[in-house]
Nanobody
């Protein structure tokens, strides 16, 4: 499967942004899709995931109030709606796919990343 993420850009504090990730290829073994981010000098961190069949979302606590993950199964696309963005959200955002039955495991596939820069 190939994952293509887009929607990043330069925004100012308080702005909103929606990231999209389109998956191409097989879908029959997909368990979930989600988003990570990696800021300069930091490790890549998990943000959110959504199960593909039931649409159950999972978030880390630090973004739960501001970020919303959703998916469109017909379009093979997962979204990350981000609001009230802060300079601390500046990072490269990656989408990912899991085929195993747990998002606690490493993803099986990664997208290429899209840069989000939040200026104050």
């Amino acid at each position: 499967v190939q994952l293509q993420a887009f929607g990043g850009g330069l925004v100012y504090s308080g702005a909103s942004l929606r990231l999209s990730c389109v998956a191409s290829g097989r879908t029959f073994s997909r368990y979930a899709m989600g988003w990570f981010r990696q800021a300069p000098g930091k490790e890549r961190e998990f943000l959110a995931a959504i199960t593909w069949i039931g649409g159950t979302p999972y978030y880390i606590d630090s973004v739960k109030a501001r970020f919303t993950i959703s998916r469109d199964s017909a379009k093979n696309t997962v979204y990350l709606q981000m609001s009230s963005l802060e300079p601390g959200d500046t990072a490269v955002y990656y989408c990912a796919e899991w085929t195993a039955g747990s998002t606690a495991l490493p993803p099986n596939s990664w997208g290429q990343g899209t840069q989000v820069t939040v200026s104050s």
